[in-house]
C-alpha cells in the first residue's frame, strides 16, 4: 500500500482554511445572536444598576494570542470595589494563586449570582470576539499577565481565547491553571471545525443544565 506523505505546504494551506472558516463561523454567529442579545444585555444592566448602583459593565486586561493584553468585557457580577476586596478574602482562595476563586463569594451581588449561574455575565464578549481578540472555541483568557506563564503554558498563546473551550464543557469547575491548561493544550492540538461544533454545543447544553464550570 502506498504511504501518503503529507507536506509542509498542505499542513499550511489547511490551518488556512481552518483558521479562515473558523473565523467566518464567529461573525456569523455573533451576527445571527447579537439582535437578540442586545435587549437581553440591556434589561441585564438595568437589573445590575438597581440593584448596586455603579459601572454596568466589567472591564478587565486580559491575555490573548500570542501574549497580547486587551480589554475583555463582561456584566458586572460584584461589588463595585471588589478588586480592593481581593486581599481582604484572599485566604479564602481555593485554587492556586494567581487564580481565584471563592465558593459563594461575598463580592458578589445578588443579581450577579443569577447572572453568574446563568452565564449571562458572559454576553458583552460578543463585541470581543467581533473585535477579533476572542474566538468563539479557545482557552479561556486569563487576567494575569503572561511574564507568570512557564514555558509550557505558553503553548495556549498560540490561538486565539475563547468564549468557551474544552475545560468548560469537562463537568469540572475547580481545576488549578495547570491542570486546565492539559485540556487548553489538547484542544490546541486536536483543534478542527468539527471539534469547534461540538464544543459549541455542549456548551449550550451545560448552560441549561447549569452543571460544571457554569
Same mark, same amino acid.
Given at each position: 500500500?502506498?504511504?501518503?506523505?503529507?507536506?509542509?505546504? &498542505?499542513?499550511?494551506?489547511? #490551518?488556512? =482554511?481552518?483558521?479562515?472558516? /473558523?473565523?467566518? $463561523? !464567529?461573525?456569523?454567529?455573533?451576527?445571527?445572536?447579537?439582535?437578540?442579545?442586545?435587549?437581553?444585555?440591556?434589561?441585564?444592566?438595568?437589573?445590575?444598576?438597581?440593584?448596586?448602583?455603579?459601572?454596568?459593565?466589567?472591564?478587565?486586561?486580559?491575555?490573548?494570542?500570542?501574549?497580547?493584553?486587551?480589554?475583555?468585557?463582561?456584566?458586572?457580577?460584584?461589588?463595585?470595589?471588589?478588586?480592593?476586596?481581593?486581599?481582604?478574602?484572599?485566604?479564602?482562595?481555593?485554587?492556586?494563586?494567581?487564580?481565584?476563586?471563592?465558593?459563594? &463569594?461575598?463580592?458578589?451581588? #445578588?443579581? =450577579?449570582?443569577?447572572?453568574? /449561574?446563568?452565564? $449571562? !455575565?458572559?454576553?458583552?464578549?460578543?463585541?470581543?470576539?467581533?473585535?477579533?481578540?476572542?474566538?468563539?472555541?479557545?482557552?479561556?483568557?486569563?487576567?494575569?499577565?503572561?511574564?507568570?506563564?512557564?514555558?509550557?503554558?505558553?503553548?495556549?498563546?498560540?490561538?486565539?481565547?475563547?468564549?468557551?473551550?474544552?475545560?468548560?464543557?469537562?463537568?469540572?469547575?475547580?481545576?488549578?491553571?495547570?491542570?486546565?491548561?492539559?485540556?487548553?493544550?489538547?484542544?490546541?492540538?486536536?483543534?478542527?471545525?468539527?471539534?469547534?461544533?461540538?464544543?459549541?454545543?455542549?456548551?449550550?447544553?451545560?448552560?441549561?443544565?447549569?452543571?460544571?464550570?457554569?
Amino acid at each position: 500500500m502506498e504511504m501518503t506523505i503529507i507536506q509542509p505546504r &498542505d499542513i499550511k494551506l489547511f #490551518r488556512t =482554511g481552518y483558521r479562515v472558516s /473558523k473565523r467566518l $463561523l !464567529d461573525l456569523a454567529v455573533c451576527m445571527l445572536f447579537l439582535p437578540v442579545l442586545l435587549p437581553v444585555i440591556g434589561v441585564c444592566a438595568l437589573l445590575i444598576w438597581l440593584d448596586n448602583p455603579g459601572p454596568i459593565f466589567f472591564k478587565q486586561n486580559r491575555t490573548g494570542k500570542g501574549g497580547k493584553r486587551f480589554r475583555m468585557y463582561k456584566l458586572r457580577t460584584m461589588d463595585t470595589n471588589a478588586e480592593a476586596l481581593k486581599q481582604k478574602y484572599a485566604h479564602l482562595n481555593e485554587l492556586t494563586w494567581p487564580d481565584f476563586k471563592i465558593t459563594d &463569594d461575598p463580592r458578589v451581588t #445578588r443579581v =450577579g449570582r443569577i447572572l453568574r /449561574k446563568t452565564s $449571562l !455575565d458572559e454576553l458583552p464578549q460578543i463585541f470581543n470576539i467581533i473585535k477579533g481578540d476572542m474566538s468563539l472555541v479557545g482557552p479561556r483568557p486569563t487576567s494575569f499577565d503572561v511574564s507568570t506563564y512557564k514555558l509550557w503554558h505558553t503553548e495556549r498563546l498560540e490561538v486565539l481565547p475563547g468564549l468557551t473551550g474544552l475545560w468548560q464543557v469537562s463537568g469540572r469547575s475547580d481545576l488549578d491553571f495547570d491542570d486546565r491548561l492539559h485540556l487548553d493544550i489538547e484542544y490546541i492540538e486536536n483543534r478542527s471545525f468539527w471539534l469547534d461544533i461540538q464544543i459549541l454545543i455542549r456548551t449550550v447544553t451545560v448552560v441549561f443544565t447549569q452543571e460544571g464550570a457554569y
